[in-house]
């Protein structure tokens, strides 16, 4: 890069991080990584209306488990703070009132009663819904009357009515949009907060942010941003607008459907690495189409240039195939650490160190969120519960014949081990002709509360010689 690169990840504190968020965070910290920059955390908590206490702790801790780190923000103070608009404001006045002096903006006294009006006849006659500018010529004694009255008003910016403004998009290229497309935003609010709009350049530029990366959804606003860098005299930053998040009927991904929050994947037994590695997918992929990465490897072939314009399709099955690949791959200690909690609950006993990771070992083939461990190892820690038919199964001629040799040939044996189940198999085939499902559904049963599943040694293996044994005699007592 040609100069220092500087980002920014700038979340409204309004609810829980969606993976929309997620993902627009973690491509700004990957570009900032692989370009040797800085990551920056700013909390745009101008809007006051739709602040939600504890929504930035929240944030912060969301960020800190999926393991995103930030060189300056809330908690790490850098140069170019304070980290929360809210305390900027007196920033934003300075800067609108420049604004107003240089006739580039304007006081708006239009009441919501009257913009509503406005709105619904725009629509009846089927023109653009926009702010009409009735109150950009307004005279400067008739403002400053209304201002010594009281009256409620707004800050607008005073943009251009014709003429077309084109810029480049690190990801779109050319883009171009006619002015009279794009409304006099408002920059200072009634209630005295600045808008994202005015908020963001300010503090992009105060900030020496070097690329802005953002959702698809703020293109359209572009035009209003480089007219206020443009306005003020600053440099304006490259952009990189990432392309939509889509279900699978190519709907745009909303937190009306369903569960989007990051929180919500992790509560339900997603990995925060693969949650990271398949994000980090959605709409960027490798020259190699790769699949699997941690988030080391993406810090080191992350690029803008393989990010695509069409929107990414979030496909929760295949965040599932992820998250299993994960679990079956991933360290077997820091695995049984991140489930040991599960059990706890679940009110077992995992004095047995060696037990437990055989019985982790076993489980993570099986599993593809972390919750469903419980349901496939229960077997292994609780009593056996059985059904009619399985009763009727346990209960049978084959099956008694089964249990008392296997207690029978077990006592003889000084040491049991994997190879002594396997012979045991064996001689049961040769000496009582018992043999496929007839000698593997009984012995599952018992032993598992299963007639399918792992294997006889496997079994042994887990349970060890004396819970092996005592599961046969309660069986053989049915």
Known sequence: MNKFVRV????????????????????????????????????????????????TESLLRTLKQIGITYDEGPDKEGNFGPYFQSQRNEIYHRRAQQLLAEDKAYYCFCTPETLSEMRDKQREEKEMIRYDGRCRSLPPAEVQKRLENGESCVIRAKLPETGTIRFFDLIREEVAFPWDMVD???????????????????????????????????????????????????????????????NPDKSKLSKRQGDVAVEDFLEKGFLPEALINFVALLGWHDSSDREIFSLQELEQVFSLKRITKSGAVFDLEKLKWMNGHYLRNMDLDDLADRV???????????????????????????ITLLPEIIEQTKMFYEELEYSNEDLQLLKSENARKLYSYWLQELA????????????????TTEELKIKGKDLYFPLRLCLFGKPHGPNIPALFNILGKDEFIKRLKKANQQ
């Open 184 to 246: 006099d935003q408002i920059l200072i609010k009634s209630d005295g907060y600045p808008t994202y709009h005015l908020a963001n350049v300010i503090d992009d530029h105060l900030m020496e942010i070097s690329h802005v990366i953002r959702g698809e959804e703020w293109l359209s606003s572009t035009p209003k941003h480089i007219f206020l860098y443009e306005a003020f005299g600053w440099e304006k930053p490259e952009y990189a607008h990432l392309p939509l998040l889509l």
């Open 8 to 55: 920014r990840f700038a979340p409204s504190p309004t609810g829980y991080l969606h993976v929309g968020g997620l993902r627009t965070a973690l491509y700004n910290y990957l570009f900032a990584q692989k370009n040797g920059g800085s990551f920056i955390l700013r909390i745009e908590d101008t809007d006051r209306s739709r602040y939600i206490e504890g929504a």
């Open 340 to 366: 040991r909690d599960y059990y706890l609950k679940a009110g077992y006993d995992l004095s047995d160190k060696t037990k437990f990771k055989k019985v982790i070992e076993f489980a993570r083939e099986r």
């Open 412 to 427: 003889k044996q000084p040491e049991v081990t994997e190879e002594t189940i396997e012979q045991l198999i064996k001689q």
